[in-house]
């Protein structure tokens, strides 16, 4: 937004208009304004005028009213010194067509995140890429009880990363599981990562989902290199396929 200041001259100080307007043209700066249509805090697009702004905005609220429950839609005054950033705005037809596409897009993440979500905590990345080789509450022969994990397939040494953030409480061999590295994210949500060959984190270390926290390897009780992935809500297993690996 531009600033103007308001100055006084000294009346006993000779002035000359022309060259006061003179030099306020020199140091002006052209600034142009377009409007945003926002959804939440992104721009979706723009448009040229406040009028066509709020035409935009009310056909979108009339046609797609069930998918605003939860997003908000408004307008912005954007202010650019780049003239060729105006050539953004587009006409009304086209800004409400690409404003009801990203409205769709957001509705269709907003779901993907509930839908990876348990108790507040989002699950936003897988741990690894790999072949699932054994699903939650799968009997084997391999244990005397239901897998009360998931185990995926993957070279010896890939990267393990946190599927959310969170602290990490253990760090260290724990029994069958060797190498295991586990993580707190609040709300009595945890995540196990077992079988590691090396750990990259300590106890006590802040984790970013997607932080690298381990390797994959086959330490403990494993037929081979995977990674043993749990989700423990206040201390009982719940099948982590519900959440990631759909």
């Given at each position: ?108 993440e907003q779901e993907k995140i509930k839908s990876a ?10 741990p690894i890429t790999g072949h699932i080789t054994s ?112």
């Amino acid at each position: 937004m531009p600033k103007y200041n308001f100055l006084f001259i000294e009346n006993t100080k000779p002035t000359n208009e022309e060259e006061i307007f003179t030099k306020i043209q020199e140091m002006a700066v052209t600034t142009y304004k377009m409007y945003a249509i926002m959804l939440n805090d992104d721009i979706s697009t723009y448009v040229h005028s406040k009028e066509e702004a709020e035409e935009v905005i009310a056909k979108i609220k009339e046609e797609k009213a069930n998918e605003l429950e939860e997003i908000n839609i408004a307008m912005k005054e954007i202010y650019t010194q780049n003239k060729e950033e105006t050539q953004n705005a587009i006409e009304v037809a086209s800004a409400t067509e690409v404003a009801e596409v990203r409205l769709g897009e957001k509705v269709e993440e907003q779901e993907k995140i509930k839908s990876a979500t348990l108790d507040g905590v989002y699950f936003a990345v897988q741990p690894i890429t790999g072949h699932i080789t054994s699903r939650f509450g799968a009997t084997e022969d391999i244990r005397d009880h239901a897998h009360q994990g998931m185990d995926i397939a993957a070279p010896n040494g890939t990267t393990i990363k946190a599927a959310a953030d969170g602290t990490v409480t253990y760090a260290g061999w724990l029994g069958g599981y060797g190498n295991l590295v586990i993580i707190s994210h609040g709300n009595g949500i945890q995540t196990y990562y077992g079988h590691c060959s090396k750990i990259y984190v300590s106890v006590g270390t802040q984790i970013t989902a997607g932080d690298s926290i381990a390797a994959v390897g086959s330490t403990g009780n494993s037929t081979g290199n995977h990674l043993h992935f749990e989700i423990r809500k206040n201390g009982s297993q719940v099948n982590p396929q519900k959440y990631l690996y759909k």
